[in-house]
């Protein structure tokens, strides 16, 4: 096997990189937990309506719509603490019937999962149809699976004009 200082030298980095990838995963090294999984799996829960797994995944301490004011739509306010996420999810199966949840990307690093999702609802107390596409919902996790702070950075106007009648 050529050594990594040899394929620097010969000019490929990248193969450089990866000769250092194989020999640290050799070595022991794994890489580190994304929180990929655990947001696809909380979205997969929402998506089959097993809404009670979704604070299992979360901090005792998670920050619901974080860093926000509160908003006109009464679902996308701030809460903390895992035994108050419940309340977004009665908001939401109260306030919206959805016709569609389509996740379409989920991407992450180590401590930061992002899913971006297109939806179809019906405003329940204005009977509106709203469509929007790329919604996307932040997650920052502890370095493991749980959840310590969420986010949705959906488009509130849109949100808004649901609720109001014509």
Do not use: Y
């Amino acid at each position: 096997m050529q050594d990594e200082r040899d394929l620097e030298v010969r000019g490929h980095p990248a193969a450089a990189s990866d000769v250092r990838l194989r020999l640290a995963i050799r070595a022991g090294w794994r890489p580190a937990r994304t929180p990929v999984e655990p947001v696809q799996q909380i979205h997969a829960a929402f998506g089959r309506g097993d809404v009670p797994f979704i604070p299992s995944r979360l901090a005792d301490a998670v920050e619901w719509e974080h860093a926000t004011f509160p908003s006109p739509v009464p679902r996308l306010q701030p809460l903390k603490g895992r035994d108050r996420v419940p309340r977004f999810f009665r908001a939401l199966g109260e306030s919206i019937e959805f016709h569609a949840f389509t996740p379409t990307k989920v991407l992450g690093d180590a401590a930061t999962g992002v899913l971006l999702a297109d939806l179809e609802a019906t405003v329940r107390s204005t009977g509106k149809h709203v469509v929007d596409v790329d919604d996307v919902l932040v997650w920052h996790f502890d370095g493991g699976v749980e959840g310590v702070r969420s986010r949705h950075r959906a488009d509130t106007r849109l949100r808004a004009m649901g609720l109001q009648g014509d």
